[in-house]
């Protein structure tokens, strides 16, 4: 029986885009409180990141809406990945992706570095592109897809559909 790793080495390996780490997320249903808590972490550095300048309740509501937007992401994603553009190999479950796509988040940890004067734009600039990162590898691992590729083309997909609902909301 493999071991499964510490929420440290988890981190650290989704930061690193490690694949062990993501496949070890997928298969470890008591990770999900662990993507929760990350979810819920990660919102509040982004939004300590941006200086509170919206004040403590829009930190909060933003922060609901982060685990409300990572539930709704788990589910584009898995219709996209399984229903729209599955590979012959792609077996996965919501909870699975809600664990991989939750630990995906991570990098948003760094986003409380935005405040920095002077190089608070490059700090944003770097977070997202990790996060495209994290999140491409995520669903590649959790969809069992061959090809980063397809990943990031599920990935850009499933986001321009939010911002398309954010657009018209």
């Given at each position: 029986?493999?071991?499964?790793?510490?929420?440290?080495?988890?981190?650290v390996g989704v930061?690193?885009?490690?694949?062990?780490?993501?496949?070890?997320?997928?298969?470890?249903?008591?990770?999900?409180?662990?993507?929760?808590?990350?979810?819920?972490?990660?919102?509040?550095?982004?939004?300590?990141?941006?200086?509170?300048?919206?004040?403590?309740?829009?930190?909060?509501?933003?922060t609901v809406g982060?685990?409300?937007?990572?539930?709704?992401?788990?589910?584009?994603?898995?219709?996209?990945?399984?229903?729209?553009?599955?590979?012959?190999?792609?077996?996965?479950?919501?909870?699975?992706?809600?664990?991989?796509?939750?630990?995906?988040?991570?990098?948003?940890?760094?986003?409380?570095?935005?405040?920095?004067?002077?190089?608070?734009?490059?700090?944003?600039?770097?977070?997202?592109?990790?996060?495209?990162?994290?999140?491409?590898?995520?669903?590649?691992?959790?969809?069992?897809?061959?090809?980063?590729?397809?990943?990031?083309?599920?990935?850009?997909?499933?986001?321009?559909?939010?911002?398309?609902?954010?657009?018209?909301?």
């Amino acid at each position: 029986m493999i071991t499964p790793m510490t929420l440290t080495n988890r981190l650290v390996g989704v930061l690193k885009l490690d694949a062990p780490a993501y496949e070890d997320i997928e298969r470890d249903p008591r990770a999900n409180a662990q993507a929760l808590t990350i979810v819920i972490l990660a919102s509040l550095a982004a939004g300590l990141g941006a200086g509170l300048s919206l004040g403590l309740g829009a930190l909060v509501r933003e922060t609901v809406g982060a685990v409300a937007g990572w539930v709704m992401w788990a589910g584009v994603t898995y219709l996209l990945g399984t229903r729209v553009w599955p590979e012959s190999q792609t077996r996965t479950d919501m909870g699975e992706l809600l664990r991989v796509i939750g630990f995906s988040y991570a990098p948003n940890f760094f986003s409380i570095f935005a405040v920095l004067p002077v190089v608070g734009s490059l700090v944003r600039g770097c977070v997202a592109l990790w996060l495209l990162a994290t999140t491409v590898v995520a669903v590649r691992q959790a969809l069992d897809y061959r090809s980063t590729a397809r990943a990031f083309q599920v990935v850009v997909v499933g986001w321009l559909i939010f911002v398309v609902i954010d657009w018209a909301t």
